[in-house]
């Protein structure tokens, strides 16, 4: 029996939590640019220099008054000056006046409240204005953050909007981890290069494409290096150089039941190696373990296999190796389009849409082929819905369904 044919199925949660609890501590620290900063992990917390906003202004463009000075029933006030966006005025504001103020600007000294321009009437100087709230329409001082406030938590993956208050905080550079460094490594000597002309029994290496792209959405810096040939001799000598070029290690095929060994053998002579059957489908193989010191997980070679386990079991791990807190996608819960009734020992995570029913609410539609070795129900879904161990749905039962948005 060779290394991966045995042993009981492992439920898929405690397979990432495995992986979670092997993680190796993130790659050392550096400070970048803002601008440089997409997708990368905070390595320390961040507080704010300011209060933000610095001073209380207007969120619409109307005109700044004391509430108390305008009458329950509305009431006439005096216009004497006029603030926009960028400037400031330190006149303060005398019972009876008011100044018209565009959106962003700060209030005069004396003002607590806005009118919209659209709910007042003009009259030369003068406007009439409907009765006011106090405060309404002002964004006051450090009501969204205060100076010395945490900004940001250490371990946060760094999207547009966390950019986007960083700034605001007026804060220009960010201490993260540096991206983590993982060498890809093929396995099959059936595989050939897209452009490359195929000989019988040759098909295209896809996974190379998929899990490298894959991984760079997600901000890890990948080492590609191709196709290892099925041999012993050329499997450890590729192993060998990539443990020692990246952090972590992925490699595709060769792990699956009645696999030449070359692969397993290989490993083994550079580190350990332990073999999984998780109860996912697609992808059932996996193995874990280490190649001169270094991670190394081995996925599936069908590319729907690779493509799923990558998202559901590699991605928690990559991102915990990136120094990231956050790593499991949020599911939905969505009424089944279909009707599921042969129960699988092992937990499915289907290629479906989203799809407005009669109602207009969305439900789960699946694609009519499943296989792992296809990819193109992938790409004309949405997300995958999980159906779990045994589990069956009838129609319009909730089922989860995780976004393919949310795995980026
Ligand atoms: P294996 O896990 O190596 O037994 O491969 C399982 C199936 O996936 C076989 O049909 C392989 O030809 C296919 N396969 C393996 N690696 C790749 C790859 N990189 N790209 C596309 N198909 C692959
Ligand atoms: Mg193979």
Sequence with gaps: MSLCDSGDLLPVEEAIERLLAQAPPPPPTEVIALTEALGRVTAEEVFSPIDLPGWSNSAMDGYALRAFDVPEQ???????????????SDVPLQPGQTVRIFTGAPLPPGADSV???????????????????????????????????????????????????LAAAGIPRVKVFRPLRVCLLSSGDELREPGESLAPGQIYNSNRYLVAALLRGWGVTVHDYGVMADALATSRDALLLASSECDLLLTTGGVSVGEEDHLKQAIQALGKIECWRLAIQPGKPLAFGQVAGKPWIGLPGNPTAALVTTLIVVRPFLLRAQGAERVLPVPISVPAAFEWVKPNKRRQYLRARLSPGSDGQLRAVLHPQQSSAMLVAA???????????EQQVSKGAAVSFLPFTGFE
Excluded: T
């Design 379 to 389: 790409c004309w879904a949405d997300g995958l819905v999980i159906i779990e161990r």
């Design 115 to 165: 009118v919209p321009q659209e709910r007042c009437r003009v009259y030369g100087q003068r406007i009439w204005c409907p009765p006011v709230r106090l405060g309404e329409h002002v964004r006051r001082r450090g009501e969204e953050l205060q100076r010395g406030q945490r900004v940001m938590s250490a371990g946060k993956r760094l999207r547009a909007q966390e950019i986007g208050l």
């Design 74 to 88: 509305g009431g006439h006030l005096q216009v004497v000056g006029r603030i926009a966006a960028g400037h400031s």
